[in-house]
């Protein structure tokens, strides 16, 4: 069994009662058979990630509420035994909390007293790690007729009895392992069927989802989101159509992505289920789709028939992406009315920056508006439902920048719908990245990461190159690119959105201390929002903030000692109100800890934390007492320039996602902290997987020896920057590289 109190480390590449039980069905889900999807489970439940099957995030309780936020205090908190980022919502049903953690374990807790009833355990294959994009998260877990449902990091899909935690069944849900399949996402509830995702399109992998039956575990339907040749066979008769808007010669052999990592939500009385579909890998349309097309169904929002997995209907946000644009973010259902007229929408904020309202049954458009700065596209033609490309968004030649990045205008943290304010509160990203095209030509790489396309976004004003410090600064400057553009400075937003107004009705900065540094991106969490006029969302800070939900007034802001990025959630038990949220630093550029931050200040310890109101302050773990920032590199420069410009572009391409290298601490290390013994170690551990336990697989076929030594050479050389700039010693050659010839391999021997 895995010991999981090793999970500390390193992961990999690149940018979760009684026999009443069986009386108790998730009724809500179903008979929740008002058009109103988003109406609430009527008691204080909460059966899944978003509360209900509209994915509203919104709870109907208010004890808690506005006027007595600010006596809410600790109740108590469960240890996850992990430092992994915690991504997922818990659930709780008749008295029972069951949450979801990193590598997809289950956690059933007394709600009551957070004392444990049983626990599982996955037994992922660590190697798996290899493979994992942006963390090893678990984005959720979902509660259907005395079953837990939890997807495994490997792919699996488990159900548990929700009494036991005993294993009902699994099933593999991966087509091919050789490619680079994961899942970190949620599963989700469609009436008897459980619907399950994968992640994996900046490696290799074609997108698909499955949904099974929940009794059984036997498969219902699978329906692939991109075609794998415009000749056929398709796996499913939609691909026809979509095959149209390819070129015969696309990459097919690179899986084209079309990943549904995230977002899905199930309208009952319609029986559609709703996905949101990921970018295509490569991203330049010219290497992907040389002659162009739109690229069904990549980028895309789907309805499918419950019953059967055929499409009802499609609408693409971004044709022809390639910003990474992924439309995968959490889409809430609710009625609004529009024009006059009462509409059942779809709401979405994916990351091209456009916030959209469909008629969920038809899948016409409603509205698209912008809800951070976008320069790709001027606006969304209404008629024809496409946006609009400026020429901006277009880095074939030289580098530019374009609004949003390709971390988003928003990203996986939940967004919330409020029904008595009719406010979407969306933990928004003001951000560009600059892109370019790398020299060399794309090669293929199989299980490997395969963009295509560079980018950078502009931290502390300034873009990384990959080049050394003579190239880069030939390279335009971020006050060039920027020049006509938006403000380059990266800011995080929790912005309260009017969906039928299209505009901001009041937003809080969330950047705290990171306005235009790397930790603004990830420093607003998932928000949660109740019928007690109340918005919760969490910050990498530890603190949890209670905002107004009409207007935006700050009522309580609670030292949780840990950083926060999944949202909370809320129940009532015994009469009494409480809110409940995990608690982690990690995924997709979160890894590393700044100062400021919680996990740089008490380490990383994933935890479940419960509120209620007088419950006093939260106990804070012990601070931890940082070392000097930056010791003495292991080793002197070596490598020639070449080398080492050689092993930052491989370091972008396979480490940089994780090891992000601008922080003191993290969960994924600074590799310029790297000690004498690891440099040792230093091909043992990327070729040999000797700590692949820790979340650090290997990465032998995608990297040669003389590669990984490359690599070695480029992080000594930012060690020893950093180093020297601390010192104050910049303009010493004391430890300047040796010259062009010398021995790539250096002095390692
Ligand atoms: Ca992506």
Redesign the pocket.
């Known amino acids: 069994m895995r010991n999981t109190s090793l999970i500390v480390g390193t992961v990999v590449v690149i ?1 979760a009662v009684a026999a009443i039980f069986a009386l108790r069905e998730p009724a809500l889900l179903k008979a929740e058979a008002s058009s109103q999807v988003a109406a609430a489970a009527g008691n204080g439940d909460w059966l899944i990630g978003g509360h209900d099957a509209g994915q509203t995030y919104s709870s109907p309780l208010k004890q808690i509420n506005a006027g007595n936020v600010g006596q809410l205090g600790f109740a108590w908190n469960y240890d996850l035994d992990t430092k992994h980022g915690q991504s997922s919502t818990p659930v709780v049903v008749d008295g029972v909390m069951y949450l979801s953690a990193p590598w997809g374990f289950v956690h059933a807790l007394d709600a009551r007293s957070g004392k444990k009833l049983w626990s599982f355990d996955p037994k992922v294959n660590d190697a798996i790690t290899s493979k994992v ?1 942006c963390g090893i998260t678990n984005r959720g877990l979902s509660f259907h007729k005395g079953r837990i449902f939890v997807a495994s990091l490997d792919g699996r899909l488990i159900a548990l009895d929700a009494k036991t935690g005993q294993k009902a069944w699994e099933v593999d849900t991966i087509i091919d392992h050789e490619r680079g399949y994961t899942v970190t996402g949620s599963t989700y509830i469609a009436g008897d069927l459980v619907v399950i995702g994968n992640s994996g ?2 490696l290799d992998a074609r997108g698909y989802v499955t949904a099974y039956d929940t009794q059984s575990g036997e498969q219902r339907w699978r329906f692939f989101t991109v075609p794998k040749s415009t000749t056929g066979p398709f796996e499913n008769p939609e691909l026809e159509m979509a095959a149209k808007t390819w070129d015969p010669n696309s990459f097919w052999e690179v899986g084209l ?1 079309g ?1 549904v ?1 995230d977002g899905m939500a199930y309208d009952p009385q319609l029986d559609l289920v709703y996905i949101g579909v ?2 295509s890998a490569l991203y330049p349309r010219e290497l992907r789709s040389p002659s162009g097309g739109d690229n069904l169904f990549v980028s895309s929002i789907l309805a499918l028939h419950a019953g059967t997995g055929r499409l009802a209907w499609h609408y693409q946000t971004t044709p022809g992406d390639q910003w ?1 644009y ?1 439309a ?1 973010q959490k889409m809430i259902l609710a009625d609004l009315e529009i024009g006059g007229r009462q509409r059942q929408v779809l709401m979405q904020a994916p990351k091209n920056g456009f916030f959209y309202v469909l008629d969920r049954a038809t899948g016409e458009l409603l509205s698209a508006e912008p809800y951070v700065p976008v320069t790709w596209a001027s606006h969304v033609d209404k008629k024809t439902g496409r946006p609009v490309e400026t020429g901006q968004g277009n880095y074939s030649g030289k580098p530019v920048l374009i609004f949003p990045s ?1 971390a988003g205008g928003h990203n996986w943290h939940p967004m919330a719908f409020n029904p008595q304010t009719r406010l979407v509160y969306i933990p928004a990203l003001e951000m560009g990245a600059v892109w370019w095209m790398p020299k060399e030509p794309y090669k293929y790489q199989k299980g490997g990461i395969n963009i295509g396309a560079l980018y950078s976004f502009p931290i502390d004003g300034a873009i990384d190159w990959g080049l050394d410090a003579e190239a880069s600064a030939k390279m335009p400057t971020v006050a060039e690119l920027a020049k006509g553009q938006p403000d380059p400075t990266i800011r995080g937003y929790l912005r309260a959105w009017d969906p039928v107004a299209n505009k901001v009705a009041w937003q809080v900065e969330t950047s705290d201390q990171w306005a235009g540094k790397m930790n603004a991106i990830w420093n607003g969490g998932g928000v949660m929002t109740t019928a007690g006029d109340l918005v919760f969302q969490g910050r990498s800070t530890g603190y949890l903030y209670a905002y107004r939900a009409s207007t935006g007034e700050q009522l309580a802001a609670i030292n949780l000692g840990v950083s926060i990025m999944a949202a909370p959630m809320t129940y009532e038990l015994d009469g009494e109100q409480y809110v409940a949220l995990l608690a982690g630093f990690g995924g997709a550029l979160g890894g590393t800890h700044p100062e400021g931050t919680a996990a740089y200040r008490y380490g990383n310890a994933g935890k479940l934390i419960v509120l209620r109101l007088g419950g006093g302050a939260v106990p804070l773990p012990a601070e931890i007492q940082h070392a000097k920032k930056f010791a003495t590199p292991p080793a002197p420069r070596h490598g020639s320039p070449e080398t080492i410009t050689r092993g930052t572009d491989l370091f972008k391409r396979h480490c940089q996602h994780c090891h992000n290298n601008s922080a003191a601490t993290g969960t994924v290390p600074d590799l310029r902290r790297i000690n004498a013994q690891t440099y040792g170690e230093f091909e043992d551990i990327v070729l040999g997987g000797i700590r692949a336990s820790r979340g650090m697989g290997s990465f032998k076929g995608l990297l040669t020896p003389q590669d990984v030594e490359a690599i070695r050479a480029s992080i000594i050389n930012d060690a020893w920057q950093a180093y020297d700039s601390e010192q104050g010693a910049t303009g010493s050659d004391a430890h300047a590289p040796p010259p062009p010839d010398s021995n790539a391999t250096g002095d390692r021997k």
């Open positions: 940018a994009c399109a900046e992505g990943t990592w990921g970018n990474d992924t995968t390709p």
